[in-house]
Protein backbone atom coordinates (compact mmCIF):
# COMPACT_ATOMS: atom_id res chain seq x y z
CA UNK A 1 0.00 0.00 0.00
CA UNK A 2 1.47 3.27 -0.73
CA UNK A 3 0.01 6.23 1.84
CA UNK A 4 0.46 10.21 1.05
CA UNK A 5 0.08 12.31 3.59
CA UNK A 6 -0.72 16.00 3.86
CA UNK A 7 -2.41 18.84 5.34
CA UNK A 8 0.90 19.93 7.40
CA UNK A 9 1.64 23.67 7.55
CA UNK A 10 2.54 26.66 10.01
CA UNK A 11 -0.22 27.36 12.31
CA UNK A 12 -0.15 29.39 15.55
CA UNK A 13 -0.31 28.41 19.27
CA UNK A 14 -3.88 27.31 20.50
CA UNK A 15 -4.68 26.96 16.46
CA UNK A 16 -6.12 23.80 14.81
CA UNK A 17 -5.22 22.06 11.63
CA UNK A 18 -6.13 18.64 10.13
CA UNK A 19 -3.64 15.96 8.37
CA UNK A 20 -5.04 13.78 5.94
CA UNK A 21 -3.68 10.16 4.38
CA UNK A 22 -4.98 8.67 1.58
CA UNK A 23 -3.86 5.29 0.86
CA UNK A 24 -3.52 3.39 -2.60
CA UNK A 25 -2.47 0.07 -3.61
CA UNK A 26 -4.44 -2.37 -1.56
CA UNK A 27 -7.55 -2.75 0.12
CA UNK A 28 -7.40 0.15 2.51
CA UNK A 29 -10.05 -1.73 5.45
CA UNK A 30 -7.47 -3.93 5.86
CA UNK A 31 -5.47 -1.98 7.44
CA UNK A 32 -4.95 -0.41 10.57
CA UNK A 33 -3.97 2.87 10.63
CA UNK A 34 -1.83 5.54 12.63
CA UNK A 35 -0.18 8.12 13.01
CA UNK A 36 3.60 8.74 14.25
CA UNK A 37 5.55 12.29 15.02
CA UNK A 38 9.16 13.09 14.97
CA UNK A 39 10.29 16.49 16.68
CA UNK A 40 13.73 17.84 15.95
CA UNK A 41 16.18 16.24 17.34
CA UNK A 42 14.05 13.44 18.88
CA UNK A 43 13.32 9.80 18.42
CA UNK A 44 9.60 9.27 16.42
CA UNK A 45 6.57 8.76 18.96
CA UNK A 46 3.66 7.38 18.25
CA UNK A 47 0.42 9.41 18.07
CA UNK A 48 -2.44 8.04 17.64
CA UNK A 49 -3.92 4.80 15.78
CA UNK A 50 -7.37 3.48 14.28
CA UNK A 51 -8.98 0.15 13.90
CA UNK A 52 -9.76 -1.30 10.68
CA UNK A 53 -13.50 -0.47 10.95
CA UNK A 54 -12.57 2.84 12.74
CA UNK A 55 -14.67 1.37 15.86
CA UNK A 56 -11.11 1.89 18.34
CA UNK A 57 -9.20 4.51 18.70
CA UNK A 58 -5.77 5.20 20.37
CA UNK A 59 -4.01 8.31 21.73
CA UNK A 60 -0.67 9.02 22.80
CA UNK A 61 -1.33 10.14 26.64
CA UNK A 62 0.19 14.24 25.42
CA UNK A 63 -2.27 14.08 22.54
CA UNK A 64 -5.87 12.63 24.50
CA UNK A 65 -8.08 15.08 24.33
CA UNK A 66 -6.23 17.69 21.76
CA UNK A 67 -6.69 15.35 18.62
CA UNK A 68 -8.93 13.00 17.16
CA UNK A 69 -8.45 10.25 14.48
CA UNK A 70 -11.01 8.99 12.18
CA UNK A 71 -11.30 7.15 9.20
CA UNK A 72 -13.12 7.17 6.31
CA UNK A 73 -12.91 3.53 4.56
CA UNK A 74 -15.01 4.94 1.23
CA UNK A 75 -12.27 7.06 0.98
CA UNK A 76 -9.40 5.09 1.56
CA UNK A 77 -7.71 8.25 3.82
CA UNK A 78 -7.61 9.02 7.60
CA UNK A 79 -7.29 12.34 9.55
CA UNK A 80 -5.99 13.57 12.38
CA UNK A 81 -7.90 16.42 13.74
CA UNK A 82 -5.27 18.35 15.79
CA UNK A 83 -7.00 21.09 18.02
CA UNK A 84 -5.22 23.58 20.84
CA UNK A 85 -2.21 22.99 19.14
CA UNK A 86 1.08 23.45 21.50
CA UNK A 87 4.71 24.45 20.28
CA UNK A 88 5.87 21.13 21.01
CA UNK A 89 3.55 19.42 18.77
CA UNK A 90 6.06 20.82 16.05
CA UNK A 91 7.18 17.98 14.62
CA UNK A 92 6.98 15.61 10.89
CA UNK A 93 3.98 13.64 11.11
CA UNK A 94 4.10 10.40 9.32
CA UNK A 95 1.30 7.96 8.83
CA UNK A 96 1.07 4.40 8.89
CA UNK A 97 -0.40 1.33 8.07
CA UNK A 98 -0.73 -2.51 9.69
CA UNK A 99 -2.39 -5.48 8.26
CA UNK A 100 -4.14 -7.64 10.29
CA UNK A 101 -0.91 -10.20 9.88
CA UNK A 102 1.82 -8.11 11.10
CA UNK A 103 2.91 -6.72 14.57
CA UNK A 104 3.89 -3.68 13.42
CA UNK A 105 3.20 -1.08 10.93
CA UNK A 106 4.88 -1.64 7.81
CA UNK A 107 3.99 0.96 5.41
CA UNK A 108 4.80 3.95 5.94
CA UNK A 109 3.77 7.94 4.33
CA UNK A 110 6.51 10.03 3.04
CA UNK A 111 5.60 12.80 6.32
CA UNK A 112 3.88 16.18 6.59
CA UNK A 113 5.87 19.05 8.92
CA UNK A 114 3.64 20.69 11.62
CA UNK A 115 4.83 23.94 12.77
CA UNK A 116 3.46 25.41 15.53
CA UNK A 117 4.66 28.86 16.48
CA UNK A 118 4.07 30.78 19.82
Known amino acids: VQLQASGGGLVQAGGSLRLSCTAS????????MAWFRQAPGKEREFAAS????????YYASSMKGRFTLSRDNAKNTVYLQMYSLKPEDTAVYYC????????????WGQGTLVTVSS
Open 50 to 57: ISRDGGTT
Open 96 to 107: AARNRYASEYDY
Open 25 to 32: GHTFESYT
